[in-house]
């Protein structure tokens, strides 16, 4: 049984909003173009993969909702204006809600780094995190939190180096490909990888500020770094 705040008890079209009730009596409201856009069918894509086949400027600010319907997993709301069904779980819904107070409960509150960040790393194991989903979620966690967080036992093998990035999400085609090991320009000792998500590197010249493409790279995304510190 779902627990009360992912259990849906009504849904209701009110002033042209869509308005759930929920069993924790919370109560959701949603504009019908902003669910429409948030339709992640196979049809119109997901933000997952980065391949979405619709733009919010396509629908009319002023569209409605058609027929809806509560489901087991959820709700299901036929668009009337272009005959296309969009279903959506309660678990997203609420996730979803927009309301102020849900707001603030998903707000999170990121960690400052100061001198005592060095003695208190935030660390995590690739190989804990393959088999059990809360140390995957403690690395996700960590990187939401302090905006990065440290693999102790990343893989140094190249055909074994894109375990995390598969660990993390799907890996997004880009200009470069996907994650993949090259060497380049030998008297650098400079190691790259392809962009999967975001970036990869492994370089032993200094860093330097870098601009590519910013305007067609999909976000958000977590960038991959293999660090040699031998």
């Excluded at 935030?122 to 905006?147: F, K, N, Q, W, Y």
Aim: contains cysteine; charged residues 25%.
């Amino acid at each position: 049984m779902l627990p009360a705040h992912h259990t849906l008890l009504s849904a209701i079209i009110q002033n042209g909003l869509l308005v759930l009730k929920w069993a924790d009596n919370h109560e959701s409201r949603f504009h019908a173009i902003w669910l429409r856009h948030q339709c992640w069918c196979s049809e119109c894509g997901t933000p997952e993969t980065g391949v979405r086949s619709i733009r919010l400027a396509q629908f009319d600010e002023n569209m409605s909702f058609g027929e809806i319907a509560l489901t087991e997993e959820g709700l299901s709301v036929t668009w009337p204006d272009e005959n296309h069904t969009s279903v959506y779980s309660a678990r997203w819904l609420r996730n979803h809600c927009y309301s102020e107070p849900e707001r603030q409960k998903r707000c999170v509150n990121p960690v400052l780094w100061d001198g005592a960040l060095s003695a208190n790393l935030p660390i995590g194991s690739l190989t804990e995190a393959e088999a059990d989903p809360s140390a995957r979620l403690h690395i996700l966690e960590a990187v939401r939190d302090h905006g990065f967080c440290k693999i102790i036992d990343a893989p140094t093998d190249p055909a074994e180096a894109s375990r995390m990035i598969n660990l993390v999400g799907t890996q997004r085609q880009t200009h470069f490909g996907t994650y993949t090991l090259k060497k380049k320009e030998k008297r650098h000792q400079r190691w790259r990888y392809n962009r999967p998500t975001g970036s990869a590197c492994r370089r032993t010249v200094p860093l330097r500020r870098y601009r590519n493409h910013s305007v067609s790279s999909a976000a958000p995304k977590l960038e991959w770094w293999c660090l040699n510190t031998g």
